[in-house]
């Protein structure tokens, strides 16, 4: 069974501050889409990364794919309230099933 | 327009009501999605339509049943539910299933059985 654990479960800093998660599998993916939802709201999708040691930036959130697709990293420089949310790593499973594999999720505050 | 809409944003309902869910995406997208998420949690995988067909049921209870009129909407027919199936409801779609697509998820419906 393919799982994606992500760390850390929840993080509450102050704006400004950097910070990184992680999404963790001993499963190899041929992509992960990382996520965004608000409460009450559905999940919006903020990047897709597709090749070994891929890095995609969009603003201020850094996202990098590992060399081996196992794994995935997001860091945001200086955050900000408008960046509170659940932030949720989705892999796409390399053969058969083409059921997305959803992360455990990071429940991220940014505190003004 | 990467846009999937789903009405009711929000439904009560009693465990003898019936009602239905419906979602609604004009990107061309061949491949549709209902998911159920628990709060705290990640979604979780309930039905997938592939050029209208149901191709995937992930062991759902029969009172959810659901449907595919046509390639832009997807319905999602409720009876008889239980207080348990209370839950947001995301539809998502995709421009086709596999996974070099990416999945487009709807703002969700807020279920509450009472």
Known sequence: ?112 | DTEVTQTPKHLVMGMTNKKSLKCEQHMGHRAMYWYKQKAKKPPELMFVYSYEKLSINESVPSRFSPECPNSSLLNLHLHALQPEDSALYLCASSQETGSAYEQYFGPGTRLTVT
């Open chain 1, 1 to 112: 069974t393919q799982l994606l654990e992500q760390s850390p479960q929840f993080l509450s800093i102050q704006e400004g501050e950097n910070l990184t998660v992680y999404c963790n599998s001993s499963s190899v993916f041929s992509s992960l889409q990382w996520y965004r939802q608000e409460p009450g709201e559905g999940p919006v999708l903020l990047v897709t990364v597709v090749t070994g040691g891929e890095v995609k930036k969009l603003k201020r959130l850094t996202f990098q794919f590992g060399d081996a697709r196992k794994d995935s990293s997001l860091h945001i420089t200086a955050a900000q309230p408008g960046d509170t949310g659940l932030y949720l790593c989705a892999g796409a499973p390399t053969s058969g099933t083409y059921k997305y594999i959803f992360g455990t999720g990071t429940r991220l505050k940014v505190l003004a």
